[in-house]
């Protein structure tokens, strides 16, 4: 099983007969996904090699590969004892017949049948790798957001802190129709560290602008884990503080008015 650490490198294999291709999914893994390693193959056989030396957090594959086609590269990866923990994301129109069915239900393989917009493949690869870190049993774990996924939503029961390792993403109250913005978060900021203090339900809905990785952080292990990492105690000190800071101004410029 692979697995996925916060400080450990993601790796990807890309698979496509066409080099403009090769170029597109590469770039798009870049800006998607920090601390990437990519690894790319020409055809079905090469790709194997590769996976069995470096066995990748996910296998990107375009249709119509040569030597072994894609169905058959797919296979084999889903069968092989060292590449069982690997998502594959298949770059193709859903095809005729029923293919990977169970895979595709527990998220292990993806059809992108869309690469007119990138968001599309961004949000394939944060579902893949959110797949894998979900598997494991850490006290931490990573959580990735495409642009304009939403963490949680104002109301919802809350089981998770996060803290911000990249990106940015903005908490917002719902007025009816109306969104009423709260203010931006940023890198090495806390997420949701509110419904923590004070046991109540998610105060306001948070979606990502850009692509954002976060570390999820069980509430259960929350206070063992803050004790043992004082660096992120001293960044939810300055969380608190920033937010504090941003209601006392809100709340002058309303008396103001």
Known sequence: MIQ????????????????????????LVEQSISQSMIFRAHDGFDAIFKMENSPPHVLVVDMGLPKLDTIELTEKV?????LKGTSVIIVSPIPDREHFVDEVV???????????????????????????TDEQELSYKLKFLAPHE???REGEEAHSVFIVRKGDLHAYKTDGAAERVLGTISIGEFVGEMA????????????????????????GTLDAILFSKPAWSKALVATLS?????TNNAFVEKVDK
């Open 196 to 219: 923590h203090i004070n046991g109540e339900p998610r105060s306001a809905t948070v979606r990502a602008l850009t692509d954002c990785e976060l570390i999820e952080i069980p509430m």
């Open 106 to 132: 527990t998220g292990q393989v993806q059809f992108l049948t869309e690469l007119g917009d990138p968001r599309y493949f961004a949000v394939c690869l944060s579902r893949a790798l959110n797949r894998l």
């Open 242 to 246: 920033k937010r504090l800071s941003r």
């Open 4 to 27: 996925l650490g916060t400080d450990e490198k993601r790796i990807f294999v890309i698979a496509s007969a066409n080099p403009q291709r090769l170029d597109l999914f590469s770039d």
């Open 78 to 82: 889903l069968h092989h004892p060292k």
């Open 150 to 152: 939403v963490l949680f």
